[in-house]
């Protein structure tokens, strides 16, 4: 019966996984007091509006600072930093402290990079957070795994036992 049900849960599985897709990145920019300046989203394989050999820019990113949001152009440089654009006017450019990049690859086909990254700028110091969104589909198939694992508690716990009592 167990292997009944089991093979049931891994046809479940099969049907409702979704491909995998390339992964949303979240790019959080705290200055040195750790409140966070700057929010943006970008996928972690972009496709650059324009690209060089120093670079590459990608427009239409709705940038979040504070309560306010726009619309703006994110430049990834090949020497670590970034800057943020309105228009053709740096709003905000920052320096890598290494010369660690935020993406491998060449600028013309980029894959962005997760984890921590100093930066600095004529402000001080600051901190690039960047780290993956759950899918939709990863979220649903968590949710499904729990209501299997719970269903299969509560049925093993509804069948009856058989207990000895000794005199």
Same mark, same amino acid.
């Given at each position: ?20 897709? =390339? ?6 920019? !705290?200055?040195?007091?750790?409140? $966070?300046? &700057?929010?943006? !989203? ?6 650059? @509006? @324009? *690209?060089? =050999?120093?670079?590459? %820019?990608? @427009?239409? &990113?709705? &940038?979040? &600072?504070?309560?306010? *949001?726009?619309? %703006? *152009?994110?430049?990834?440089? /090949? !020497? ?5 654009? @309105? +228009? *053709? ?18 600028? +013309? ?10 930066? /600095? +700028? ?13 899918? $939709? ?16 508690? %509560?049925?093993? %716990? ?10």
């Amino acid at each position: 019966m167990t292997k009944i049900r089991f093979f049931i849960a891994l046809c479940a599985a099969m049907m409702f996984a979704a491909p995998a897709n =390339a992964a949303t990145f979240l790019y959080t920019l !705290t200055g040195s007091g750790g409140t $966070p300046i &700057v929010k943006f !989203t970008l996928d972690s394989l972009p496709t650059p @509006n @324009n *690209s060089s =050999a120093s670079g590459f %820019r990608v @427009n239409g &990113v709705l &940038v979040s &600072v504070g309560p306010l *949001s726009a619309l %703006r *152009s994110i430049v990834f440089l /090949t !020497t670590g930093g970034l800057q943020i654009r @309105n +228009g *053709s006017t740096v709003v905000l450019g920052l320096g890598a402290t290494s010369n660690d990049r935020l993406f491998t690859g060449l600028p +013309g086909d980029p894959v962005m990079k997760s984890g921590s990254f100093s930066l /600095t +700028g004529t402000s001080g110091a600051f901190s690039l957070l960047v780290a993956a969104i759950p899918e $939709p589909a990863t979220w649903a198939m968590l949710i499904l795994g729990f209501g299997v694992i719970g269903f299969g508690m %509560r049925s093993q %716990r509804s069948r009856p036992r058989h207990s000895v009592a000794l005199a």
